[in-house]
């Protein structure tokens, strides 16, 4: 028993496994009810002009051009272990809406490595563009926790801000993202 208490703590991707299971049964399932658009007037698409993201081929992604669209950003690196456990419900969630030009991914690695990143990603078959941080990141969307995973609404405004594991697969977060997109 001890054994498989130090492999869960100090082992990520056992650590990892130990937190999917405890999605499968329920637990950290993001909440959607709460209105983040509510208190959060400061953080509009105007404010986000100059928050820009940039891919392995140095393609650059500024958040105030993708007014019209929800935006789900993930900051997430490839040594932690909550953001492991919940890269296939966000794989799962990619794999939904790939191809709906209204809703936009933005994987950011906090590392900043897309060599390692890019690894991961082709390990586990995961088709997520992967982006790193290319400008100042108002503390609002990303305070240095990992993960952390914000959406935008097709008005540039906050609708969902969460740190920590979450599993954003399940059918209540797809709908939420419906509804944004319906908004």
Not at 90 to 116: H, P, R, T, W
Request: include cysteine; aromatic fraction near 10%; charge should be positive.
């Amino acid at each position: 028993m001890g054994v498989l208490i130090l492999v869960v703590l100090f082992v990520p991707s056992a650590k990892a496994l130990m937190i999917q299971g405890l999605m499968k049964v329920g637990l950290f399932s993001p909440d959607t009810s709460i209105d983040y658009k509510k208190g959060n007037e400061n953080i509009q698409s105007e404010s986000l002009a100059g928050v820009r993201f940039k891919d392995a081929g140095g393609k650059v992604v500024d958040l105030g051009d993708l007014k019209g669209k929800v935006i789900f950003i993930n900051f997430w690196a490839t040594w932690c272990p909550p953001c492991l456990a919940e890269m296939p419900s966000v794989n799962k969630l990619y794999e939904q809406f790939k191809g709906d030009d209204g809703v936009v991914f933005i994987m950011v690695d906090a590392d900043s490595d897309f060599a390692k990143a890019k690894k991961y990603m082709d390990r586990k078959g995961y088709q997520m563009p992967v982006y790193a941080v290319a400008s100042q990141i108002p503390q609002q969307l990303f305070a240095g926790s990992l993960p952390t995973t914000v959406v935008l609404d097709k008005h540039g405004r906050l609708s969902y801000h969460e740190v920590g594991a979450a599993d954003y697969g399940n059918k209540k977060f797809v709908d939420f993202i419906k509804q944004l997109k319906a908004d």
